[in-house]
């Protein structure tokens, strides 16, 4: 179906989410149609911020908002579903359009299977009725399926639309890009240079697919990296928790901006702990880049600075190969902690594969490498 006639039917001129490969057709139609218009636009730095988001639209104007993201965002959005739009409570109506990742019979990567099998039933869990777009759901279907939600959101109860692999599609071509020269890859193959025999905890999306990649280049085994395939927006938090219970092993967090921005109060508790054998680095692109490139909020603020007001003794922002040699190199012989931002250009190799071994393999090996550290 063609993302103008469903948008037609749905009928909302309020739009708020998190990005989804799924979803591509819908996040490129919204930056064509409003860009970043908050008006009428917002990306949002979470599912759940995206929920309250909403909710303050409706408040606002009486009108209905949609609230779009990938389904490994409903655990961001239970609380606010439940506790804030839920018709026991503020009965705030809201039409969530939610990318089916691991749908099942359709072949995705491991961190969606599990996802997959619950998404329909978390919607359940929460009263939120569901309806599934395929790619075979004609405009009557969906038609009736929303006159039926109407009846629901008039009495102030959320809805969903759950879309399938390849149910929506847009003609426009939409191209993203910013000012930035260094490739995330050539940034995180200085990281790995500089970091040898270290730990590293990367990211969810393409950093740690060329994490992995990386180590298979060099002939490496991948024993001292943890590939954070899931759970968008903790990985600082995961080296966190290595950091302060290995003092004897120096860690490096490979980060996002989309992901340091979903869950930015981690940085606040890094800074709090503050481990000296803790290195943080933020790949900035500006960009949700794994999932079509929509712009983050990050080009707008300074991270370097939060970071700084955080707590964390020593924080950068470099711009070039050399800046960053240099900056990568500091933090290695340094005794404190440091936050290191990389301004990164949007874009990666067309050929880039994935990890292939299970996460289960990667947690084993992991694992493994550090046990035999105390044994030894």
């Known amino acids: 179906m063609k993302i103008e006639k469903f948008t037609e ?26 860009g970043t ?27 209905i908002p949609v609230v779009y993201m990938q389904n490994s965002g409903e655990g961001n959005i239970i609380n606010p579903a439940a506790s804030l739009l839920n018709d026991k409570v503020y009965a705030i109506p809201v039409v969530f359009v939610v990318g089916w990742r691991g749908e099942p019979g359709v072949h995705d990567e491991p961190q969606h ?43 102030g109860k959320d809805v969903a639309f759950v879309i399938s ?3 929506l599609s847009y003609d426009q071509k939409v191209t993203y890009q910013n000012p930035y020269q260094m490739k995330r890859e050539e940034i995180i193959r200085q990281i790995v240079k500089t970091a040898g025999e270290d730990l590293i905890v990367s990211t969810t999306g393409k950093a740690s697919r060329e994490l992995f990649e990386i180590r298979e280049q060099n002939g490496q085994g991948h024993g001292s990296d943890f590939l954070t395939v899931g759970s968008m927006g903790h990985s600082s938090s995961i080296a966190l928790g290595v950091a302060l219970h290995r003092k004897d092993r120096r860690v490096w967090c490979i ?35 794994t999932v079509g490139g929509m712009p983050t909020s990050a080009a707008a603020i300074d991270l370097t600075a939060i970071a700084a007001a955080c707590g964390y003794p020593h924080t950068v922002c470099v711009n070039t190969p050399q800046e960053l040699e240099k900056e990568l190199a ?18 990666a190799r067309d050929d880039l594969g994935r ?22």
């Open 355 to 376: 990890p292939t071994t299970s996460a289960v393999d990667n947690k084993k090996a992991f694992m493994a490498s550090l046990a035999e550290e105390h044994e030894s």
């Open 330 to 347: 500091a933090a290695k012989e340094r005794k404190e902690m440091s936050f290191i931002e990389v301004r990164s250009a949007i874009g």
């Open 113 to 155: 299977i599990y996802q997959g099998e619950v998404t329909r039933k978390l919607l359940d869990v929460m009263g939120i009725p569901s309806f599934v777009v395929t790619k075979e759901t004609g405009e009557t279907e969906l038609k009736e399926a929303m006159d039926r939600f109407r009846k629901e959101l008039e009495e």
């Open 9 to 34: 039917i749905i009928g909302a001129d309020f739009y708020t989410g998190v990005p989804d490969s799924q979803l591509k057709a819908l996040c490129n139609y919204l930056i064509h149609t409003y």
């Open 165 to 167: 692999k390849g149910a």
């Open 255 to 289: 980060d996002g901006d989309g992901a340091a921005l979903m869950h930015m109060g981690a940085m606040a508790v890094i800074g709090a702990n503050r481990p000296d054998n803790l290195v943080h680095v933020v790949i900035n692109n500006e960009a949700h880049e």
């Open 37 to 63: 218009d908050p008006k009428h636009h917002v990306i949002a730095a979470n599912e759940g911020n995206a929920a309250a988001l909403a909710a303050g639209y409706h408040l606002a104007t009486g009108r």
